[in-house]
């Protein structure tokens, strides 16, 4: 293994936009046009067809490079990784081009760089917008094997497991369609209630809800009370922890004697939990932690009664129709919040509670289906 910089591996070309005042440069689709939204963070992309093109009148202004060129993204979400399989592209300054000389095999590079994106990032020199500018970009180091033969041999056993993981990925998405269309089976489409079952609204189905404020809370944390990257009693319940449904990395943490203040605040697992304020209406059901859990701030948290399946609601208010429902409830034009007077006024298509329960098993067992998955993944 040999350490080596990026610029000894290829040239580096940062991407630019041709004046946009022009329309001559735009009025073809001659070259394909690849911005930061074309790569996946995940894995390795690769660019054929982009969403926007650019004329031969562009070729001129624009930063072009061949098939196998390594594009990665060094502004924003820095490292994504894409290849050029089309015979060239262009870029946006978004963006840095590695076009990859005899030394490395151009899916190798992409491959170690992927390996590398956490420590990529890590040079970021932006508080704000994270960006890695060219000169540190050509200077990160990585570590490869300079024979080729045995960068081919790694190549292909990273594009077998590529292949299996793609397979599990499309296979966890089927499952969630096949529960889509279980809802709709059994109980119609929202939208119209052509089964005309009974409506009731949200209020009907509350135990009890919560946020943190209403009881002063707030000026209590502020104070007495702060929460801790430390690992303490009971884990602080965060809308990032629970977006990237991870509450172990990037948690925080408060007292026994923090949680026992919030008392209804108390998080168990199977409540839902709303987003109160900027991504307001953002929902999510909590998983059972087997540990002490207490609500975060800027959310809204219900308990429901026995009246209602739990997985069922979930699942009704995550549909398409039931997340218009939720953002009918949005108000704002800057800053975007939902009250808790706004959810106790979402109409809920309300079926028998067998049917709900029978549904219910039916989204469990493929949960278990989706588990499995999700283990041999590891994610």
């Given amino acids: 293994m040999k350490r080596v910089k990026i610029k000894d591996l290829g040239k580096v070309v940062t991407g630019n936009t041709p004046s946009k005042r022009n329309e001559e440069f735009y009025n073809s689709n001659d070259i394909s046009f690849f911005k930061p939204d074309s790569i996946s963070m995940n894995g390795i992309t690769p660019l054929e067809h982009a969403k926007e093109y650019l004329s031969e009148h562009a070729r001129s202004k624009a930063r072009i490079v061949e098939r196998d060129s390594v594009l990665v993204t060094c502004i924003g979400n820095i490292g994504k990784i894409g290849i050029v399989v089309s015979e060239e592209a262009s870029f946006n300054q978004q963006i840095n081009a590695i076009v990859p000389n005899k030394a490395i095999l151009s899916r190798y590079l992409a491959y170690n760089l992927l390996a590398n994106q956490q420590k990529l990032s890590a040079i970021a020199n932006a508080p704000v917008v994270p960006l890695v500018n060219k000169t540190n970009f050509e200077n990160f180091e990585i570590e490869i094997h300079e024979d080729l033969v045995e960068q081919s041999k790694i190549v292909n056993i990273l594009d077998g497991l590529a292949t299996i993981v793609n397979s599990k990925s499309r296979q966890l998405m089927e499952y969630d369609q096949l529960i889509k269309s279980r809802f709709v089976e059994m109980f119609g489409d929202q939208s119209t209630n052509e089964r005309k079952l009974p409506i009731v609204l949200f209020n009907d189905i509350i135990e009890y809800m919560v946020d943190i404020g209403s009881n002063g809370a707030n000026s209590v944390i502020s104070?007495?009370?702060?929460?801790?990257?430390?690992?303490?009693?009971?884990?602080?319940?965060?809308?990032?922890?629970?977006?990237?449904?991870?509450?172990?990395?990037?948690?925080?943490?408060?007292?026994?004697?923090?949680?026992?203040?919030?008392?209804?605040?108390?998080?168990?697992?199977?409540?839902?939990?709303?987003?109160?304020?900027?991504?307001?209406?953002?929902?999510?059901?909590?998983?059972?932690?087997?540990?002490?859990?207490?609500?975060?701030?800027?959310?809204?948290?219900?308990?429901t009664n026995n009246k209602i399946n739990i997985i069922y609601l979930y699942n009704l208010l995550s549909s398409d129709f039931g997340s218009h429902l939720i953002g009918r409830c949005v108000n704002g034009a800057v800053t975007k919040t939902i009250t808790k007077g706004a959810i106790k006024k979402i109409p809920l298509m309300y079926p028998p509670l067998e049917m709900q329960n029978q549904f219910a098993e039916f989204v469990q067992q493929v949960d278990k289906l989706k588990f499995e998955v999700m283990m041999y993944l590891d994610i």
């Fill in 223 to 303: 104070s007495n009370l702060n929460m801790s990257d430390e690992p303490d009693y009971a884990v602080m319940i965060r809308f990032t922890n629970s977006t990237k449904n991870d509450f172990v990395n990037n948690v925080k943490y408060i007292s026994e004697e923090a949680y026992n203040f919030f008392k209804k605040s108390k998080v168990y697992g199977g409540e839902l939990v709303f987003c109160k304020i900027g991504s307001a209406g953002k929902m999510y059901m909590m998983p059972n932690l087997n540990r002490p859990a207490s609500l975060g701030l800027n959310q809204i948290m219900v308990k």
